[in-house]
């Protein structure tokens, strides 16, 4: 199912490579004998092959699906294929853009607008590398903010600062410990930061980050933080909370806001709190935060070419992997967030519709640069490390956070060489 940090959990089998040796074709049994290759792993194997029953998605070919042990099994044939053994497509996370751009074993895909508008500018960037777009977003692992209806009510918040004042009238009366909980830590801090203007690093017009500039010291970041997290002796009002199981409050009702990932659902499910999904809204009516968010996407492979099937693995991709219908199905298989944006309509768990939702305003995790340390700690130690000065030893915002902006941009300049 889902996993924090939007890493996919592999299941150890030593030495296995092909899942069971499996291996299964989807097509008439009077088709052509030509045939679309695909690799995937041993979770999204089985996903894929239930979608496949009784669908012809390209006229004359079958579909032949080869599950993986685990990703890193995958990504080792990956790495070790030519165009004798590899596959014509690909299922893999969104990194794999940069690599097989790179190399040249991944093709550019041909996209009509009709389908890029089904789809977050975000989604699209994290599958480019160099303006060209290798694969299509399948799912989309991140999180959501999620309310307490019993607290706040089942309307969502406006404005970041209707939380805020929510939780400053109400903490005395109804024993509140915190206003907003950011379970994951800074990582899932990520919605909060921006929605208050900052983040890690900019954006280009086409949603592709720009690592050679932050914004995590901003003047708007500078601000809001002073205005809707400080109290009057300039440390922390209370408001945010980052980690150490605030979850555990917020399903107590003690804390009105939440921002998780799918994977603590059954958890709170079983607390019995009644709640909502949305995003983290700024402080401007109809603006939000972004959360980050990991993507799996459908890769056509350049040995399609050599195969002869380079056409229809393109057709497979883009007419039915990135179709609202199909991607709706995938996530009710498979119990992800889709990330195609009509799909997200289409599906009836309310979790996943509302994950999909949020992580339709999600920016790309791109961990070279996050885990970066050239400035002396990656983003996650930083981040939390200036967060703790501020909001609690007290220490002037503006002077914090440019100190960490000048590390955060040694890291980025580090990072990008591996992207």
């Known amino acids: 199912m889902f996993n924090a940090k939007g890493r996919l959990v592999a299941v150890a089998t030593a030495g296995a490579l092909i899942l069971s040796g499996y291996v299964a074709a989807f097509a008439p049994a009077t088709a052509a004998n030509k045939k679309i290759i695909v690799w995937t792993d041993e979770q999204r194997g089985p996903v894929m092959r239930t ?13 032949e699906i080869k599950s993986y042990s685990n990703l890193d099994a995958l990504n080792a044939a990956w790495n070790s294929a030519t165009a004798a053994t590899g596959p014509d497509l690909i299922i893999s996370n969104a990194g794999l853009a940069a690599s097989g751009g790179k190399s040249g074993k991944l093709a550019p895909l041909t996209l009509p607008s009709s389908v890029k508008n089904q789809f977050s500018k975000s989604a699209w960037a994290a599958l480019s590398f160099k303006g060209k777009v290798y694969g299509v977003p399948l799912d989309v692992d991140t999180t959501a903010m999620f309310w307490n209806t019993k607290l706040f009510g089942k309307k969502s918040p406006k404005t970041f600062g209707a939380m805020v004042d929510y939780y400053t009238k109400n903490k005395a009366s109804k024993g509140l410990t915190a206003g907003f909980c950011a379970q994951e830590g800074t990582w899932g801090s990520h919605p909060v930061f921006t929605a208050l203007g900052g983040g890690a690093w900019a954006y280009k017009k086409n949603g592709e980050g720009d690592p050679t500039k932050t914004v995590f010291n901003s003047a708007a970041f500078k601000a809001n933080i002073t205005k809707y997290l400080l109290g009057t002796d300039g440390k922390s009002n209370g408001f945010f909370k980052i980690g150490g199981d605030c979850i555990n409050d917020w399903k107590a009702g003690k804390i009105p806001f939440l921002n998780t990932g799918g994977w603590n659902v059954d958890g709170i499910n079983a607390s019995g709190v009644k709640y909502k999904i949305g995003s983290v809204p700024g402080v401007k009516k ?14 056509v492979t350049s040995y399609a070419k050599n195969h002869g099937v380079a056409a229809a693995a393109n057709q497979f991709a883009v007419n039915f992997m990135a179709n609202a219908t199909t991607q709706a199905q995938l996530s009710t298989f498979g119990n992800r967030p889709p990330a195609n944006l009509l799909a997200a309509k289409k599906v009836k768990n309310p979790v996943l519709a509302g994950i999909a939702t949020a992580g339709s305003r999600g920016v790309l995790q791109l961990s070279a640069l996050l885990d970066a340390n050239a400035g002396g700690s990656n983003w996650y ?12 030893e007290g220490a002037a915002v503006g002077a914090t956070l440019d ?9 980025f300049a580090a990072g990008a060489a591996n992207l």
Do not use: C, M, R
């Open 403 to 411: 100190a960490a902006a000048a590390k955060l941009l040694q890291n």
């Open 51 to 63: 979608l496949l029953v009784g669908k012809t998605p390209v006229k004359g070919y079958t579909i």
């Open 286 to 299: 109809g603006t939000f935060g972004s959360p980050w968010a990991g993507y799996q996407g459908a890769f």
């Open 381 to 392: 130690d930083l981040t939390g490390d200036v967060f703790n000065k501020i909001l609690v």
